[in-house]
């Protein structure tokens, strides 16, 4: 099956790689872009705060046609929130893209619906992208309810969002129990979730909007999971952390997208 969206592929460094480890990693990745360019895939790369000026940087001197995201964003403009950082410091780094409730930061860091909402609303309407993640921890898969659960923290997070906003968010379903885990979710469970996912959002007027999966996607499971899995492109963790796994990532979704056959 080809896939008719242009797909995009984010990679999330989460706490990982220092500037210059960073700045390395960003030229590996636009060398080989370079020399293999993914010209139907749309590419963003999530490193730590502290990387993202010398990437921002890398990225502008190569001519790198990747897009730059942030991890998280503080839902307020400024002011006293010590160890947080604002959409506007963010924006003068030339970021365009920032994920929105990841599982981690909703876990780990009591990141709650209202604040997923909030932030999402700070983001969708200043222009920037999100990506917003959704997904369930696998006690709620055993007892069936992951549908229910995904569509209320999606309906949740985008409630009261005017048209224009709703058109900057993408959505990444990230099952917990697969993030990070090494076996992601199955191409089964990857493309009813992806399925349920998009039929809310032409529900609420986002028909446009791409559908991620996350969760343990490495450059043997993407070809199977794009083709078979219903899903727009892909939000990578771990194997974001080597430019050959992400780049082949890269190309098993340019080489899926429609246009290109
Ligand atoms: P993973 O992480 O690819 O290492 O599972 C995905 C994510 O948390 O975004």
């Known amino acids: 099956m080809t896939n008719h969206v ?11 790689l220092d500037f210059v480890e960073a700045v390395h990693l960003g030229q590996q990745i636009g060398v080989i872009l370079k020399n293999r360019p993914a010209e139907h895939t749309d590419v963003v790369i999530a490193p730590p705060f502290v990387d993202l000026r010398s990437v921002a940087s890398i990225i502008a001197s190569e001519r790198m046609l990747i897009a730059l995201g942030a991890q998280h964003v503080n839902a307020q403009e400024n002011g006293a929130h010590t160890g947080e950082v604002s959409l506007s410091m963010l ?7 920032v994920l929105v409730g990841h599982s981690e930061r909703r876990t780990n860091y009591s990141m709650s619906d209202e604040l997923v909402k909030l932030t999402l609303r700070t983001v969708a309407t200043s222009g920037m992208k999100a990506v917003l993640c959704v997904g369930e921890e696998s006690g709620v898969r055993e007892e069936g309810r992951h549908l229910d659960f995904v569509a209320e923290q999606l309906r949740h997070a985008i409630e009261g969002l005017d048209e224009k906003s709703r058109s900057a968010v993408t959505v990444a379903y990230e099952p917990l129990w697969a993030i990070g885990s090494g076996t992601s979710a199955t191409v089964e469970q990857i493309a009813e979730m992806t399925s349920h996912v998009k039929a809310i959002l032409r529900s609420e007027s986002m028909a ?3 559908v991620l999966y996350g ?6 499971n993407a070809t199977s999971i794009i083709t078979d899995g219903g899903v727009d492109g892909f939000l990578v963790g771990g194997a974001s952390l080597k430019a050959e796994s992400f780049v082949a990532i890269v190309h098993a979704c340019n080489g899926c ?3 290109k056959r």
């Open 6 to 16: 242009r797909p995009l592929v984010v990679g999330n460094w989460k706490m990982n």
């Open 215 to 220: 969760g343990s996607v490495t450059a043997d």
């Open 208 to 210: 446009e909007s791409r």
């Open 91 to 97: 924006r003068r780094l030339n970021v365009d893209w």
């Open 257 to 259: 997208y429609a246009g």
